[in-house]
């Protein structure tokens, strides 16, 4: 099973600043032959449902903000928030979609300092 | 507009079985795979399984933690993905998801709102 590690598992970041989330898989998820990362983060709002934000590890999903951004390839990822704003706090998770067991990593709580 | 809707959650006794029903509607269902995610309370989110489009199969894959015990089912022509639940433990306890991939290999792109199972004597 590929493991998902994120870091950290919680930081406040002051409105309008950056936050930087990271995600490490045990086992690479880049597929040589399309060369794409199998590498998903979401969104979760308190009482909510996950939300898909980016996919193959920097497409963002229609209709999310462009502050949002995915970067990374191979074990390592980030998702970085350019300019944090109020709706942004929440519960964010990678998912690597690589293989099953899919596996997510555990979590990281955003909140504003 | 895509919605997936949950129902059959609960609370059940240890031991006994319970059957979750995932409504699609919005997209042609029989199109895509469907894969179940559970999130305890107050932790994060945990993979259950999925099963297949019919076009790759129609095939079941399951976590370690649930296989033997959870089985996944489709009926294309009503719409609609089973989680049927056998020999609840107190563990089984969270909020589930269902969610849509377009397949294997691919991000799941949709959430129905969950469903909470709630396993105790």
């Known amino acids: 099973d590929i493991v998902m590690t994120q870091s950290p598992d919680s930081l406040a970041v002051s409105l309008g600043e950056r936050a930087t989330i990271n995600c490490k898989s045990s086992q690479s998820v880049l597929y040589s032959s399309n060369n794409k990362n199998y590498l998903a983060w979401f969104q979760q709002k308190p009482g909510q449902p996950p939300n898909l934000l980016i996919y193959w590890a920097s497409t963002r999903e229609s209709g999310v903000p462009d502050r949002f951004s995915g970067s990374g390839s191979g074990t390592d990822f980030t998702l970085t928030i350019s300019s944090l704003q109020a709706e942004d706090v929440a519960v964010y998770y990678c998912q690597q979609y690589y293989s099953t067991p899919l596996t997510f990593g555990g979590g990281t709580k955003v909140e504003i300092k | 507009e895509v919605h997936l809707v949950e129902s059959g959650g609960g609370l059940v006794q240890p031991g006994r079985s319970l059957r979750l029903s995932c409504t699609g509607s919005g997209f042609t269902f029989g199109d895509y795979a469907m894969s179940w995610v559970r999130q305890a309370p107050g932790k994060g989110l945990e993979w259950v399984g999925l099963i297949r489009s019919k076009t790759y199969g129609g095939t079941p894959e399951y976590a370690a933690s649930v296989k033997g015990t959870f089985t996944i089912s489709r009926d294309d022509s009503k719409s609609i993905a089973y989680l049927q639940m056998n020999s609840l433990k107190t563990e089984d306890t969270a909020v589930y998801y269902c969610?849509?991939?377009?397949?294997?290999?691919?991000?799941?792109?949709?959430w129905g709102q969950g469903t909470l199972v709630t396993v105790s004597s």
């Open positions: 969610t849509r991939m377009i397949g294997t290999g691919w991000p799941v792109d949709y």
